[in-house]
């Protein structure tokens, strides 16, 4: 990371590895950037607890002003079978998706 940018940090928080928040102090506004990579959807209970967090983070942490992105994979799944030689054991063979 740059210096003048490593400057703008304000705060850096962590939920476990599966979600990280920075907020940068910025011009006309700060930034907040939520980065989340969601369970398995075979985990629904852990889904639903992590979307909490988000909205609660964003409640807190965040003002009306700022620029606030969520960014990440929210529709973690984890597949069946191979695809093709690239992807291994967990490929997408057969999908689920989550309704958002």
């Not at 967090?53 to 700022?66: F, S």
């Amino acid at each position: 990371m740059d210096q003048s940018v490593a400057k703008s940090v304000e705060k850096v928080l962590f939920e476990g590895d599966r979600l990280m928040m920075v907020k940068l102090k910025g011009k006309p506004a700060d930034i907040c950037t939520t980065q989340a990579y969601m369970p398995t959807i075979e985990s629904s209970k852990a889904v639903d607890e992590l979307y909490v967090y988000i909205q609660y983070l964003l409640d807190t942490e965040t003002k009306g002003k700022d620029y606030t992105m969520v960014i990440g994979d929210l529709s973690a799944t984890a597949g069946k079978g191979k695809d093709e030689d690239c992807v291994g054991h967990y490929g997408a063979e057969m999908k689920e998706y989550r309704n958002l």
